[in-house]
T-cell receptor, first 114, second 116 residues
Framework: EAQVTQNPRYLITVTGKKLTVTCSQN?????MSWYRQDPGLGLRQIYY???????DKGDVPEGYKVSRKEKRNFPLILESPSPNQTSLYFC?????????????FGDGTRLSIL | AQSVTQLDSQVPVFEEAPVELRCNYSSSVSVYLFWYVQYPNQGLQLLLK??????LVKGINGFEAEFNKSQTSFHLRKPSVHISDTAEYFC??????????????FGKGTLLTVNP
């Protein structure tokens, strides 16, 4: 089954403790992206990747890091999480990095930073 | 820069009633338009998309949307809703000019609640 898989689905942690949210897709998609969803703000893009070893900042990259060492994986790293990063996070992918491609979304990761 | 405005944050309707969820966009170039749906505790899934051609676009689950270039709108409609349509709906826009801007910009979402 074609899918985007995120782990963990839920995480409660404390300020300053490094964490990684994994994202994996099995569709051989070139383009991958991370979003955060906050009430009343919709989805905002954090980082995106056009292909292996090619990443760039989205609208809200502060406090986050990403890497794309393999085509299928695009982890999101919070080196020193803070409470304002408490949010619902989505990973998404599309076949090509062109603007007419619909994106496929994971089921989300709900992070709570205390 | 492109932007999306979803005019209603919440839309309550009764089952079997028609519904329209409104979306307006702003862009200096031509656009591609999308509607995504998010059911509780799930990710977003594509409802429908407008890339070119006919301005009336049909999607899954009986939804349709009409692209109106002069009014810069892409409203979503369904003639008769079901309880199972209760979800949050997001309108999104991307650059259709063929340039190197691949960004997908989302609206803030409209929560559709269908009551019995």
């Amino acid at each position: 089954e074609a899918q985007v898989t995120q782990n963990p689905r839920y995480l409660i942690t404390v300020t300053g403790k490094k964490l990684t949210v994994t994202c994996s897709q099995n569709m051989n998609h070139e383009y991958m992206s991370w979003y955060r969803q906050d009430p009343g703000l919709g989805l905002r893009q954090i980082y995106y990747s056009m292909n292996v070893e090619v990443t760039d900042k989205g609208d809200v990259p502060e406090g986050y890091k990403v890497s794309r060492k393999e085509k299928r994986n695009f982890p999101l790293i919070l080196e020193s999480p803070s409470p304002n990063q408490t949010s619902l996070y989505f990973c998404a992918s599309s076949l090509f990095p062109v603007s007419n491609q619909p994106q496929h979304f994971g089921d989300g990761t709900r992070l709570s930073i205390l | 820069a492109q932007s999306v405005t979803q005019l209603d944050s919440q839309v309550p309707v009764f089952e079997e009633a028609p519904v329209e969820l409104r979306c307006n966009y702003s862009s200096s170039v031509s656009v591609y338009l999308f509607w995504y749906v998010q059911y509780p505790n799930q990710g977003l899934q594509l409802l429908l998309k407008y890339l070119s051609g006919s301005t009336l676009v049909k999607g899954i689950n009986g939804f349709e949307a009409e692209f109106n270039k002069s009014q810069t709108s892409f409203h979503l409609r369904k003639p008769s809703v079901h309880i199972s349509d209760t979800a949050e709906y997001f309108c999104a826009v991307s650059d259709g000019s063929g340039g190197s801007n691949y960004k997908l910009t989302f609206g803030k979402g409209t929560l559709l609640t269908v009551n019995p």
